[in-house]
């Protein structure tokens, strides 16, 4: 049996840098550094959040706004359609009272 060292050394070197490897991310300069980045994410997170706050809030307003633009043009249009009807009402009455004083032909 013919053993392939090249194989074995990278085996081998491989086992060394692992445990090498998880030595170093336990050590206390590492959590640090993990500390130190989850709290940034922490602080983007609060920024995001802050973000997301004031555009629900402004797009609150802006539907809120938008009611009552809705309503305003309801209200016009109502109003409108009143005053056709009125109108063509006292056309109807302009018309009888014309016909009514108009002597009667015989």
Request: glycine share 8%; aromatic share 6%.
């Amino acid at each position: 049996m013919k053993l392939n060292w090249k194989k074995l050394g990278i085996f081998a070197g491989g086992v060394v840098f692992g445990t090498a490897g998880i030595a170093i991310l336990k050590s206390e300069d590492a959590k640090r550094v993990y500390t130190h980045v989850t709290a940034a994410a922490k602080r983007g997170g609060d920024a995001v959040m802050d973000v997301y706050t004031s555009l629900k809030e402004n797009c609150g307003d802006i539907n809120a706004d938008a009611d009552d633009i809705n309503e305003e043009r309801a209200q016009k249009k109502v109003a409108q359609k009143l005053s056709d009807a009125r109108a063509v009402i006292e056309e109807y009455e302009a018309e009888q009272k014309a016909q009514d004083e108009a002597p009667a032909e015989e």
